[in-house]
């Protein structure tokens, strides 16, 4: 069973959100979209377009105007997440004495990556209680809830859970164990998983979330991407001018019934080119 959790599963996973992922992603780039979706006004200069699809991602506009409530609770677990995330990669390979490095004394430090930790944690648990909840009370967000979507809160709610009970007392993980076990891991020379059992069904749990991931719903953050650069293309002229398709540059593999084959394959070329 050991040699399945530490020396097989973690890189099984891994390849598996690697390649999953990027699968996903390319077949999505892939599909043709044969009209444009460009969403009005949008602005017409890379830059401008670039700085619509960082706003809308870093502060979910769109989902603000909609509904004010369910925006706080999706953008502060999103907040909370990115700093666990962050977190986890500082606090370990730092032992938590990341703080010294900005002229924080190693107590304090010790400290204030506990406060941090815990307090996004629970935010994200809370966060995520909140969606659960919505989800079974409000009637007309649970006619249109599939199982799939409670599984994936339950699952995400589970590894937040196991991550906040090794601060509890006496079930703390021994932190330096745990660096040089993830140092095995990523230098490809794995050791035994250090026998903590919060630790242990956690670190289960990340690995079930990543084979989970590229099939899932939760693949959106990739797909916001792809989505939203439809969205901000340059937007079509009307009349469309001589020698021009009308179609989204996405739309590489659809022929114009009304261009000739040559003029399609150099919209084609052209397409591929940018």
């Known amino acids: 069973m050991e040699l399945f959790v530490c020396r097989i599963l973690p890189y099984f996973a891994f390849a598996t959100f690697l390649i999953g992922t990027t699968v996903r992603v390319a077949g999505w780039l892939r599909s043709p979209v044969p009209f444009h979706l460009t969403l009005f006004p949008v602005r017409k200069n890379r830059t401008g377009r670039a700085v619509s699809v960082a706003s809308e991602f ?10 004010k409530l369910l925006w706080l609770g999706v953008w502060l677990f999103h907040v909370a997440l990115v700093m666990v995330a962050a977190g986890h990669v500082l606090g370990i390979t730092f032992l938590r004495d990341q703080f010294t490095l900005v002229g924080v004394n190693a107590s304090a430090s010790k400290e204030l990556s506990l406060i941090l930790g815990g307090a996004t ?63 095995g891991i990523i230098s490809l020379q794995p050791i035994p998983i250090p026998h903590n059992t919060p630790f242990v069904i956690h670190f289960l749990l990340v690995n079930l979330f990543l084979l989970y991931f590229p099939f ?7 797909g916001f991407f792809v989505n939203r650069v439809m969205l901000v293309e340059v937007p079509p002229i009307y009349p469309t001018p001589v020698g021009n398709t009308p179609r989204s540059a996405f739309a590489t593999k659809i022929l114009h019934p009304d261009i000739p084959v040559s003029k399609n394959r150099a919209v084609e070329r052209e397409a591929d080119r940018l």
Request: some cysteine; aromatic content about 8%; charged content about 20%.
């Open 58 to 67: 870093l502060l979910c506009r769109s989902l603000f105007r909609e509904d």
């Open 121 to 183: 944690g629970s935010i994200i648990t809370v966060s995520l209680c909140a969606l659960l909840c919505r989800r079974i009370v409000n009637a007309n967000v649970r006619r249109l809830s599939e199982p799939d979507n409670f599984f994936e809160l339950l699952l995400l709610l589970a590894v937040a859970l196991t991550g906040i009970l090794m601060y509890v007392p006496g079930f703390h993980a021994d932190l330096p164990a745990v660096k040089a076990f993830m140092a």
């Open 216 to 222: 899932s719903r939760l693949l959106h953050s990739a």
